[in-house]
C-alpha cells in the first residue's frame, strides 16, 4: 500500500520549501513506517535547502522527530507498531570496522531506509539525513527509531533526535566534560545552548555562552551559563581569559562552524584543553591561518562531534529520564509549535534569532 500524505519539500537550491503530496511505500525488510507527531526546524534544514550540504534536489526536508511506529517490514523486532520513538540519523550497523573496534558512535555505515519517498510524478525524494520528517508519515530503516517512554511530550522529545543531542553530547561526550570544568560555548542557538546544559548537568563550574545577539545570551543564561559574553561588543577570547584565571577554558564548543568562530575556539582554550567542532561548515570554508607551532606548543585535542558521538539506544531514554525527573530542562529549547505550512516563516524567524527550536506538530495516529 501506499501512503498520501502531506511534506515539505526544497524543490531546488535556495528557492522557497512547498508543502507537497509525498508517496511513501509500506517498510520493507528492516524499515518502519512511522506517525510523526512533532518536528522540530534545524538550522540543518536550512543547510539542506541552501543547497550547503550537497546537490541532490529535491530534498524533504525534516529530521529532529518524535512519533509512533504505524508498520515495520520483515525481520523487525526491536520495535513495534505502537511504540513511541524517536528517530534517529545515525542507525549503527555493528558490523563495520569502528563498530567492531567498539566505537560504534563513529559507525561508518549507518543504516537508512532502503526503498525511497517520492512526489505524486513518481520523482524520489532525498530525505534530509536519511529521515525526511516534515511530513505525516516517514518512512526510515527500523534501528533509526529509538523506543523512549511516551510520558515524554513528543515536540520535546524530538528534540533529542538532532540539535539538542549533538550539543548535549559535544559537551558530555565529545568533549569530556566532568566536575569543575571552564567550558565556553560560541553561538547559543538550539545547539549551543543544549551544549550549555549538558555542561551544566555535568557539573561545570564556569560555563561562558557567546553569541552575537543579547536575546541568544538570555536563553544561555537560562541554560545555565554562568556568563554571557556579546562578541559584537567584546572580544571573544579576551573574555573567556578574563573568566578562567588568564588562562582559557578547559573545553571551547564551537556551535557555529565558521572560521572565524573555530579560530577563537582555538585561541580561547588552556593549554592542552579541548575544542570541539559542532557547526556544521558549508564547504566553501577554509581552516584558518594559524601557526602550527601553536597548534603544538598548545597541545589538546580538536575534535569534531558527529550527532555529539551519541549512541541513540543508550543516550535518548537515559536523557528523556533525566527530563522526567525535572533535572533537564528540555521544554525550554521549544519556542513556539507551528503546522506544516510554516516552515519557511520558521527559517525566517531562525535567521532573524527569535527562536531556539520551532517545532512542527502533525496529528500523529488516529
Ligand atoms: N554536529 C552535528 O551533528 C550537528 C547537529 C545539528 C546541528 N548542527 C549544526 O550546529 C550549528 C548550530 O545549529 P543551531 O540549530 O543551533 O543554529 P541556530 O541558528 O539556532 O544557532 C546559531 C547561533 O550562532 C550565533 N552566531 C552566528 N554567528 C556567530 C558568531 N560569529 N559568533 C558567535 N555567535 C554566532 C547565532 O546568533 C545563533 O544564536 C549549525 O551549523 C548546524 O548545522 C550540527
Ligand atoms: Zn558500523
Ligand atoms: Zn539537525
Known amino acids: 500500500m501506499i501512503h498520501e500524505v502531506r511534506g515539505v519539500v526544497a524543490r531546488s537550491k535556495g528557492a522557497?520549501?512547498?508543502?507537497?503530496?509525498?508517496?511513501?511505500?509500506?517498510?520493507?525488510?528492516?524499515?518502519?513506517?512511522?506517525?510523526?507527531?512533532?518536528?522540530?526546524?534545524?538550522?540543518?534544514?536550512?543547510?539542506?535547502?541552501?543547497?550547503?550540504?550537497?546537490d541532490e534536489f529535491p530534498v524533504l526536508l525534516g529530521h529532529e522527530a518524535a512519533g509512533v511506529v504505524e508498520g515495520v517490514g520483515d525481520g523487525v523486532d526491536t520495535v513495534a507498531p505502537g511504540d513511541f520513538v524517536i528517530l534517529n540519523w545515525r542507525a549503527v550497523c555493528g558490523r563495520c570496522r569502528a563498530c567492531r573496534r567498539g566505537k560504534p558512535w563513529y559507525c561508518f555505515d549507518t543504516h537508512n531506509a532502503a526503498q525511497s519517498m517520492t512526489l505524486s510524478d513518481g520523482t524520489a525524494l532525498a530525505p534530509a539525513l536519511g529521515i525526511g520528517a516534515f511530513v505525516e508519515k516517514t518512512l526510515v530503516h527500523?534501528?533509526?527509531?529509538?523506543?523512549?517512554?511516551?510520558?515524554?511530550?513528543?515536540e520535546i522529545a524530538g528534540l533529542l533526535g538532532c540539535g539538542v543531542m549533538a550539543g548535549l553530547g559535544a559537551a558530555i561526550n565529545t568533549g569530556g566534560i566532568t566536575?569543575?570544568?571552564?567550558?565556553?560555548?560560541i553561538g547559543c542557538g538550539g545547539v549551543g545552548n543544549a551544549a550549555i546544559a549538558g555542561a551544566a548537568l555535568a557539573g561545570a563550574t564556569t560555563i561562558i555562552g557567546i553569541d552575537v545577539d543579547p536575546g541568544k545570551l538570555q536563553w544561555a543564561t537560562d541554560f545555565g551559563a554562568t556568563h554571557a559574553v556579546n562578541?559584537?561588543?567584546s572580544?571573544?577570547?579576551?573574555?573567556?581569559?578574563?573568566?578562567?584565571?588568564?588562562?582559557?577554558?578547559?573545553?571551547?564548543i564551537d556551535a557555529v562552524g565558521r572560521p572565524e568562530t573555530w579560530r577563537q575556539a582555538f585561541f580561547a582554550r588552556d593549554f592542552a584543553g579541548t575544542v570541539v567542532l559542532v557547526g556544521v561548515p558549508t564547504p566553501?570554508?577554509?581552516?584558518?591561518?594559524?601557526?602550527?607551532?601553536?597548534?603544538?606548543?598548545?597541545?589538546?585535542?580538536?575534535?569534531?562531534s558527529w550527532y555529539g558521538d551519541?549512541?541513540?539506544?543508550?543516550?535518548?531514554?537515559?536523557?528523556?529520564?533525566?527530563?522526567?525527573?525535572?533535572?533537564?530542562?528540555?521544554?525550554?529549547?521549544?519556542?513556539?509549535?507551528?503546522?506544516?505550512?510554516d516552515v519557511e516563516a520558521a527559517f525566517e524567524k531562525m535567521e532573524r534569532g527569535e527562536v531556539l527550536r520551532s517545532v512542527v506538530l502533525l496529528c500523529g495516529p488516529g
Open 142 to 154: 527500523s534501528g533509526q527509531c529509538t523506543k523512549v517512554s511516551p510520558a515524554i511530550a513528543p
Open 235 to 252: 572580544d571573544a577570547v579576551e573574555a573567556v581569559r578574563s573568566y578562567t584565571g588568564g588562562f582559557g577554558a578547559d573545553v571551547v
Open 310 to 341: 551519541c549512541l541513540p539506544e543508550r543516550d535518548f531514554p537515559m536523557l528523556v529520564d533525566l527530563h522526567l525527573q525535572g533535572r533537564l530542562p528540555l521544554e525550554k529549547f521549544v519556542s513556539e509549535t507551528i503546522t506544516l505550512d
Open 179 to 185: 566536575r569543575g570544568d571552564s567550558v565556553a560555548v
Open 284 to 304: 566553501d570554508l577554509m581552516v584558518p591561518e594559524i601557526p602550527l607551532l601553536e597548534i603544538f606548543g598548545r597541545g589538546g585535542s580538536l575534535k569534531s
Open 16 to 54: 522557497p520549501v512547498t508543502v507537497e503530496t509525498v508517496l511513501v511505500p509500506d517498510p520493507g525488510p528492516g524499515e518502519a513506517l512511522v506517525a510523526v507527531q512533532a518536528c522540530g526546524v534545524c538550522r540543518t534544514d536550512l543547510h539542506y535547502r541552501q543547497g550547503g550540504i550537497n
Open 231 to 233: 562578541a559584537r561588543e
